[in-house]
Every structure is written in structure tokens, then in C-alpha cells.
């Protein structure tokens, strides 16, 4: 054997365990821009693209935070049907982010979310992404190898006028149905709602709540910003429940769940004496000031 | 000789591992998960698809007189469906028509029409982005279709699953949609998987095991029972859409195995649904029929949705969480128990 096919068949063997070394799914970070200016906004977006059907995804998003500053996240439209850690920048440093989507997804360009960046420092900004696990749809929760790209951004020095990177989203998010629910395992057993509303352009930005039992004095109740599971106030379930999404655009669905266990006439008795009382107090009040007037 | 061209030989086995390994994984990869094979047409893109007869301005090359008329303008609905209200018919005059072309009626709602095959008389949930969106019966050719509108354009991830006469529940059948704002996409070629069952957990050797579901009537089933080597065995469901078959298990080896089955019918097929896994060992045990709780039911209420998924969040890596609520029991609850979670969701 010649010596130059002993060292192509060396250099070769190795390949014959190329399969263990494949990877079927890889999450990498999009940019539109490789090179910006200071005080310029950028997105990128991460992206996961997977042969086999995967339903969980978590991982870090770490940036340099001298060179650049989160401007917006966004989640609108993203595969991830449920945030168990929504993106959101940690005191710590960079994005968490962790999520499922019932049933699976796998092909091509999978939407996860989406970060504006502002450039705020001359250098080379390495975008990467750290800690990323994928796991199978498979009922067993079995890891997918998972290959990362990250991505470079060039940060030059710039002119005074800052690009922005704003987004036109004038849909509300869509219909959502909360529900009612009570487990042992969590809240000493007390009642909770759940919600969670999708909105396709901006995606959802928080949520607030408000509870009353008496449609007429609603209007003294404040709204809540609140999260789901949320621990109703009104453990009776007497209370009429309204939720409203507003996502990162201000739009704004409006979910209401009716009274489980509707109010009795004597509930009203209360109310109805605050209102004769108030009522009285007017009367009382008017009369005075007309007898004043009088000459 | 031999010896001469041994590097060569070797030359090429290495050469093809590189190139058909990879290959092979993919095509493993591609036949693992459960994915659906549906059509995506679009009403309100202008172009006309099966099984819309028009869309928009676009009629087809057909006309009134082609649609049993004799004269007058033919336009599209909404729908993608031939409006004839302004054909006429009878003879009447010279009628050189003039003029028109079919009508654009503007399609205002974005919506989704989702047609497809379950199981005959069996309800079928369906499911946007993980949320139950609607249900309807099957008919009895397990024939559906459901409609859902008032969505923004964008992606949606639906899932179709369905229970058979026994409230045995089929797989989640998923598939992502990209649904652009004013139209209606219609979604063909649904056809969920079979459901599976053994009346055994463990047979004894030599006897058989009887594997049985639902399906399409007078569709084929092909039942894999996966030992050491797979075992194919094909059978035609009957009027009601059941099938049966008496494996005989002197063909395995003694231990774990499991079954699963796929349908097909008039060219279109299924993947494999459910996984059974059964014994054979030296004793006959009678399997139960599946639980309608399953892993993943958290609060118990037959199904595995947002409740459950909220009352895991809240125990997300904190300590010592209840063993109800971890699910792969390793002391934590973290994104392995979610995986699990989302496997068995019914919305």
C-alpha cells in the first residue's frame, strides 16, 4: 500500500463515525446587519431549524452589555406556544428564555423570538447563545444535539441620527378564554385563574386583571397587573373577572369570565344601602345649599 | 489481488459512510416524529387550487354557460365557490352578454377551513396553538370539517386529535400554517392515525396477542409489531371503521416489544400513531384499557392543557416539588417534565 492512500485512508476513517457527530437541529442568532453605527438599532432574531420534532427549547442570549442595550423584545408570531421564562433581559446579564409547543414542531426557520438591540459603543459585539438544550417531541423529553451559530456585529463610529427599528402592529392580540381552576399542589389549594393570549405582530407584553361583584361600581376597581397562574382575590367565585392583554403595542383583547356562583338578592343589600345612604347624603347636602340661597 | 485493492475498497466504503450515513439518519429523522401530510390552499391569493372551484377574479376558464346556465356573469364567493345568482337561463334575446368578468367579492375575514378524516362518529378537537378552537362530530365515512375564523395573519401551529368508540385517543396530529391576513386557507389531506390497543400487557410466548383500534372504514391498516426484526401485518378496517388482528407472538423473543399502526386509503396515509408496548414473557396478563387520565393530567381532569402546564410552572426548579408534578421523577421539575407535558397535551 502506497503511503499516500495510508494517509487518504487515515485522514477518511474517521468519517465513518460521521453520524454520531450529525447534528438534526441547530439554533442560531439572524441579523440583517453585520456592520452598524453607534446609537443605530439592529434586530436579530433567533432562529431553530430541526429535522426531528422538538417541543421544548431554553438557552441564554449574551451580548455585551457595554456595547449594546436591549431596546425591545420581541415574541409576536414566535413557534413557542408557551414561555415557562418569557425573554427578558436578566439583572444578571443577557436573555433567558424557555418554552414549549404542544405537539411538536420541526423544517426550517422556526421563529423563537427576537431582540432590537441599540448600539451604544465602538468594538466587535459577539451576539451568542449559551446554555441551549432542545428536546424531542417524544414523551420522554430526550435531548436533541443541537448545533449553535452565533453572530458578529461590527459597531463603527456613527452619526448623530439613530436609526430606529419600530414595528407596525395594529391587530389586537386574539381571543383568549381563562380559566378557573384549584389544585392542591399549588396555593394551599385556593382558587387561580390561567390565561395566556398569542398576538402575531408585537407579541403579548403583560397582562392586568380586575374583579368586582357589583357591575355598577366596577369602576372602583383597579386594574392588576398581573401573571398567570393568578390567586383570585374572591374565593367565593362570586366576582365578575376581567383580563386584558396589551401587547408590546399597546393593543389591548379584553377576556371576562362570569360569576361562577351569581350574586343572591341579599347580596345587593349592602350596595343598595350605600346607594340610599349616598343618595340621602345628596338630598340633604342639595337642600342645604338651597336653603343658603334662599333670601 | 486482494491485498492490491484493499485500499481501495476501503477508499470507497469510507467515501459512501460520508455520504449515504447521513443520508439514512435523515430519512430516520424524517419517519420518527408525527407529522402530518396536508394540502394548504389559499382562498384569496387569486390562484385556483383543489378544492376551490375559483378565487377572486380567477374563475378557471369556466363561465355561466359552463355551469348549466345561459348566460349572465359568474363570479367567485368569499369561499372560493362559483356564485351563480347573477347567471340567467332560458332563452332570452341575442344575449351577447357583454361585459364583466367574474366579480372580486372582497374577502374581509382571515379564516381556516380544515378538512380531513377521523374515526366514524368520533369527536375531533382541534387545537391553535395549543388551545382547543373547536370540535365537531365525524360523520360516518369519518369525514370532518371545521372552521375557524376572525385569526390575524401570521403562523399558527394546529393540531387535530380525535377519540374512538372505546374514548381512546388518537395521537396529536400537528402542522404549522402560515395564514396571510384576508384570506381563507383551506387545509386538506387531514387523516389522523389509528388508535392502538392490546387486550395484553404480557403474553405468553407462543400465544397470541390481540391488536386492535379504530380507523377510516374500509381503509388499509399496517400494524408494525417491533421485535429484534419488524413484523408488518395488513388488515382492511370493516364498516365501522374497527380492526383486529391476532399476532402470534411465537415469532418474538422473550421481553419488551411494542406496536403501532398507520392507515391508508385512496392514496393517502397516515403516520404512525401510538406506541403499545406489551411483554412476552411466561404468563398472560390482561391489559387495561388506556386510562382517560394520562401523564401530564396534573389536576386529574382527563386532559392536559394550560392548567396543568401553569400548576408545573409554579414549581419550576423549586425544591421539593410534589411527585405528581414530576413527571420523570428525577427530584426537579425543569423543561425535561415540560417536554413530557407537551407530548401528551390535549388543549
Not at chain 1, 393593543?251 to 349592602?270: K, M, Q, V
Not at chain 2, 382541534?126 to 371545521?146: N, P, R, S, W
Not at chain 2, 390497543?197 to 408494525?224: H, L, M, N, W, Y
Amino acid at each position: 500500500m502506497s503511503t499516500k492512500i495510508k494517509i487518504i485512508l487515515l485522514l477518511l476513517l474517521p468519517t465513518l463515525f460521521t453520524p454520531s457527530f450529525v447534528f438534526a437541529a441547530e439554533i442560531r442568532i439572524d441579523s440583517y446587519k453585520a456592520e452598524v453605527k453607534i446609537g443605530e438599532q439592529f434586530v436579530v432574531a433567533v432562529i431553530v431549524h430541526s429535522e426531528k420534532q422538538l417541543n421544548a427549547i431554553e438557552g441564554r442570549l449574551v451580548f455585551p452589555e457595554d456595547l449594546l442595550s436591549v431596546r425591545e423584545i420581541r415574541d409576536g408570531n414566535s413557534v413557542i406556544n408557551f414561555w415557562i421564562k418569557k425573554p427578558q433581559s436578566e439583572s444578571l446579564g443577557g436573555i433567558v428564555f424557555s418554552g414549549i409547543t404542544p405537539g411538536g414542531f420541526s423544517d426550517p426557520n422556526n421563529f423563537v423570538f427576537a431582540v432590537v438591540f441599540e448600539a451604544k459603543g465602538e468594538g466587535a459585539a459577539a451576539v451568542t447563545l449559551q446554555e441551549t438544550t432542545a428536546l424531542r417531541n417524544d414523551g420522554a423529553g430526550t435531548k436533541e444535539p443541537l448545533s449553535v451559530h452565533n453572530v458578529n456585529i461590527v459597531i463603527n463610529p456613527g452619526d448623530s441620527n439613530a436609526r430606529k427599528e419600530s414595528l407596525s402592529d395594529t391587530a389586537p392580540p386574539e381571543d383568549f378564554t381563562p380559566i378557573i381552576a384549584r389544585d392542591q399542589n399549588i396555593f394551599d389549594d385556593k382558587y387561580f385563574f390561567v390565561f395566556a393570549a398569542q398576538d402575531k405582530g408585537s407579541g403579548i407584553d403583560h397582562y392586568e386583571v380586575k374583579e368586582f361583584r357589583f357591575a355598577l361600581i366596577s369602576f372602583l376597581s383597579q386594574w392588576v397587573r398581573a401573571e398567570s397562574p393568578y390567586v383570585l382575590k374572591d374565593q367565593e367565585l362570586k366576582s365578575r373577572i376581567v383580563v386584558k392583554a396589551i401587547d408590546n403595542s399597546g393593543n389591548e383583547r379584553i377576556a371576562t369570565i362570569a360569576p361562577r356562583y351569581p350574586l343572591s338578592w341579599y347580596d345587593h343589600i349592602p350596595i343598595i344601602g350605600i346607594l340610599i345612604v349616598m343618595l340621602i347624603s345628596c338630598v340633604v347636602v342639595f337642600k342645604k345649599i338651597w336653603r343658603r340661597r334662599l333670601p | 489481488m486482494i491485498k492490491q485493492k484493499l485500499p481501495i475498497i476501503v477508499l470507497w466504503v469510507s467515501i459512501l459512510s460520508v455520504v449515504l450515513v447521513p443520508i439514512a439518519s435523515y430519512v430516520h429523522a424524517a419517519s420518527t416524529g408525527i407529522n402530518a401530510t396536508v394540502k394548504i390552499t389559499v382562498c384569496g391569493d387569486g390562484a385556483v387550487e383543489t378544492p376551490e372551484q375559483c378565487d377572486g377574479s380567477n374563475l378557471g376558464g369556466a363561465s355561466c354557460t359552463s355551469q348549466g346556465f345561459t348566460g349572465g356573469s359568474l363570479s367567485c364567493s368569499s369561499a372560493c365557490e362559483f356564485n351563480t345568482s347573477s347567471c340567467t337561463s332560458g332563452s332570452s334575446g341575442s344575449g351577447s352578454g357583454g361585459g364583466g368578468g367574474g366579480g372580486i367579492i372582497p374577502v374581509s375575514s382571515t379564516s381556516v377551513v380544515f378538512n380531513g378524516r377521523a374515526y366514524p362518529g368520533s369527536t375531533v378537537t382541534l387545537l391553535k396553538d395549543a388551545q382547543v378552537a373547536a370540535t365537531t362530530i365525524a360523520g360516518q365515512d369519518a369525514k370532518f370539517q371545521m372552521n375557524i375564523s376572525g385569526l390575524s395573519g401570521g403562523n399558527y401551529i394546529f393540531s387535530v386529535y380525535s377519540e374512538d368508540k372505546r374514548g381512546i385517543r388518537s395521537s396529536l396530529l400537528t402542522f404549522p400554517v402560515s395564514v396571510t391576513s384576508g384570506t381563507t386557507a383551506n387545509i386538506t389531506g387531514i387523516f389522523i392515525a389509528p388508535t392502538i390497543v392490546t387486550d395484553k400487557s404480557e403474553v405468553r410466548r407462543g400465544d397470541t396477542i390481540a391488536i386492535f383500534g379504530q380507523s377510516v372504514p374500509a381503509s388499509e391498516i399496517t400494524i408494525s409489531v417491533n421485535s429484534e426484526e419488524e413484523f408488518f401485518v395488513k388488515k382492511i378496517t370493516d364498516t365501522s371503521g374497527a380492526y383486529l388482528i391476532n399476532f402470534d407472538t411465537s415469532v418474538l423473543e422473550i421481553g419488551q416489544h411494542q406496536t403501532k399502526s398507520k392507515a391508508a386509503l385512496n392514496g393517502e396515509i397516515t403516520a404512525f400513531g401510538k406506541v403499545i408496548g406489551f411483554l412476552v414473557g411466561t404468563k398472560n396478563v390482561v391489559a387495561p384499557l388506556p386510562k382517560t387520565t394520562q401523564k401530564g393530567d396534573l389536576n386529574k381532569d382527563s386532559g392536559v392543557n394550560i392548567v396543568d402546564f401553569s400548576i408545573a410552572a409554579y414549581w419550576y426548579k423549586r425544591s421539593s416539588p410534589p411527585a405528581s408534578v414530576d413527571l420523570n421523577g428525577d427530584g426537579k421539575v425543569d423543561l425535561v417534565d415540560f417536554s413530557i407535558m407537551a407530548f401528551y397535551w390535549t388543549g
